[in-house]
């Protein structure tokens, strides 16, 4: 792989993970926006320990909106909650259906009392707030890639130059044989 190469790659991943990030926050938005929510929905509403990217839909109520067509598609955004609406999912099994603790700022991802706002959430092992991650440990994980890679090329040029060097002196040692 080329520097080029790698450059390209890291470049790539950042804007995957960007355009996803910019994806994930127009979804928080609609979902905001539909329901008329005084509060900004965060991000670990549907994605785990509310870091994004592929695969990390994993909440229960991330699992119910992707089993009732939920997609990447901005346009299933709407359909996948008034499928959820309209058949009482409660993800979480405390008796209060999914979009009601979300129009009450209630976590449907918790059977315990927990704002979804401001709640540190009760499953996962980390707290994002109400700040979507964006992905960045793709994006720091990219960087370190490309600087090993780097390190890697610089140790490889300079075992080439020892070596041209080692065998030059070689052969003009056997050179200066008699
Ligand atoms: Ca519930």
Request: hydrophobic share 40%.
């Amino acid at each position: 792989m080329t520097a080029k190469r790698a450059a390209a790659l890291v470049f790539v991943a950042a804007t995957a993970v960007t355009s996803n990030a910019a994806a994930v926050h127009e979804f928080a938005a609609a979902i905001q926006a539909k329901y008329n929510l005084s509060y900004n929905v965060p991000c670990r509403l549907c994605h785990i320990q509310g870091t994004t990217g592929a695969g990390s839909v994993q909440t229960p109520f991330g699992i119910s909106m992707l089993a009732h067509g939920l997609t990447q598609d901005r346009s299933t955004l709407n359909p996948a909650l008034d499928a959820l609406d309209a058949q009482n999912v409660d993800s979480d099994g405390d008796g209060v259906t999914d979009i009601n603790e979300i129009k009450e700022d209630s976590d449907p991802n918790t059977p315990l009392s927990a704002s979804l706002s401001s709640g540190a959430p009760t499953y996962g092992c980390a707290t994002a707030g109400g700040v979507c991650r964006r992905g960045w440990p793709v994006v720091a994980a990219a960087m370190g890639l490309l600087l090993a890679f780097r390190r890697r090329r610089a140790r490889r040029a300079i075992r080439g130059r020892e070596r041209r060097g080692s065998a030059s002196a070689s052969t003009g040692s056997r050179a200066s044989r008699p």
